[in-house]
């Protein structure tokens, strides 16, 4: 048997542009709007793609982002300008996913990525070097190392720069030339590359993690902001959470029954009550967490537990199947947290008999 005969595994999780290629290939057949320089799709049709509609062929383009409209059309429009695009929100909000979905539906490639940590260096974002080939040739083009920036430049794509205020400050700043001279020298070879038509760059930052590198004012007006907010109501926060938990769970094949999610309501409740400090009612003031208790956490929350529904049980998601689920999503701080979530089961989840099982399930852990 040769390498060629092996067959090869199915990814764990497709880029955007893979998952949704029927999707992207419908648009384009319909699309007659004006598209801006090297774009795929017009505005009207990136739009149509992140927040779902029907086709004239009956085509059904599925949601990617369940919230406001408008503020998806300020960032396309924004990217449809030579100026870049800051998704700023709490952790959670799916500022990474609209990023990608974006660059999926505008470049056709969503993979021109810069993953910010507090260990990034200016080389991520400019280029680096082949030290082999600089060592035996000199500083030549071929000795080059481009980042996902430069690659994105020159060939008039958008590059995604996740988690922006991760990034050490004085790398922060490098981009400011980027994005207004639309160039990146390299003195080197005493030559540059020049961005062509259609670059530009989506960046992602929160402002309530540690670690976090204030933006200066500088880089700050290079970029329009869009804060993607947390769902307003329950009910949009249920449908987004249902609609993620469905694709992963068909992803990931797990043989429970989707149809029988109620589970997913209670671990919604749970979160918002705690991250607002007050039931939903509004009678009862409760003690908040230090965790940020986001629609991502949900979403683990109930993909965990439809897990071990699976698994371990009849594929129903019941109380027990979410219980350690929505503990370890609570408490980080095991002294301060502890005492919330403490105080949360005894005044809330306790005095309300449809919620007997989960309190049962919740008090069996501590047991």
């Excluded at 092996?6 to 542009?17: D, G, S």
């Excluded at 408008?70 to 700023?88: H, M, P, Q, V």
């Excluded at 003690?287 to 699976?310: D, H, Y």
Aim: charged share 25%; hydrophobic share 40%; proline share 6%.
């Amino acid at each position: 048997m040769t390498i060629a005969d092996i067959p090869t595994p199915t990814v764990l999780r497709e880029h955007a542009e893979q998952s949704y290629a029927d999707e992207l290939s419908a648009l384009r057949a319909v699309d007659d709007r004006p598209r801006p320089p090297q774009w795929k799709l017009s505005p009207w049709a990136v739009s149509t793609y992140l927040l779902g509609g029907a086709l004239p062929d009956g085509t059904v383009i599925t949601p990617k982002y369940i919230g406001s409209r408008r503020l998806i059309e300020i960032a396309i429009a924004s990217l449809a300008t030579d100026r870049a695009l800051l998704l700023l929100g709490v952790p959670g909000t799916a500022k990474s996913w609209v990023g990608e979905h974006l660059a999926a539906a505008i470049s056709g490639d969503s993979t021109l990525v810069v993953h910010g940590t507090a260990g990034t260096a200016e080389e991520a974002i400019r280029y680096g070097w082949n030290y082999a080939r600089l060592l035996a040739e000199g500083p030549t083009e071929g000795a080059i190392v481009p980042g996902p920036v430069m690659r994105a430049m020159r060939s008039g794509s958008l590059a995604r720069i996740e988690e922006l205020t991760r990034i050490p400050s004085d790398v922060q700043d490098s981009l400011i030339s980027i994005l207004s001279e639309k160039s990146i020298p390299i003195p080197e070879l005493d030559t540059e590359v020049q961005a062509q038509r259609g670059f530009n760059i989506i960046a992602t930052a929160n402002n309530r993690d540690k670690g976090v590198n204030d933006l200066s004012s500088a880089l700050r007006r290079r970029f329009t902001t869009v804060v993607l907010p947390l769902p307003d109501t329950l009910d949009q926060e249920v449908e987004i959470v249902e609609s993620r938990v469905r694709s992963l769970g068909a992803s990931l094949e797990l043989p429970a029954d989707l149809a029988a999610l109620s589970e997913i309501r209670r671990v919604v409740t749970v979160m918002r009550e705690l991250r607002a400090g007050v039931t939903a009612d509004g009678r009862t003031t409760i003690k908040s967490p230090s965790a940020t208790l986001s629609t991502a956490e949900a979403i683990s929350v109930v993909t965990s537990g439809l897990s071990l529904a699976a698994h371990f049980g009849d594929g129903a998601v019941r109380a027990d199947d979410v219980a350690a689920g929505l503990l370890g999503a609570v408490v980080k701080d095991p002294v301060q947290d502890a005492v919330v979530w403490e105080e949360y089961l005894e005044t809330v989840v306790r005095n309300r008999p449809e919620w007997a099982d989960l309190y049962r399930a919740c008090r069996d852990l501590g047991d």
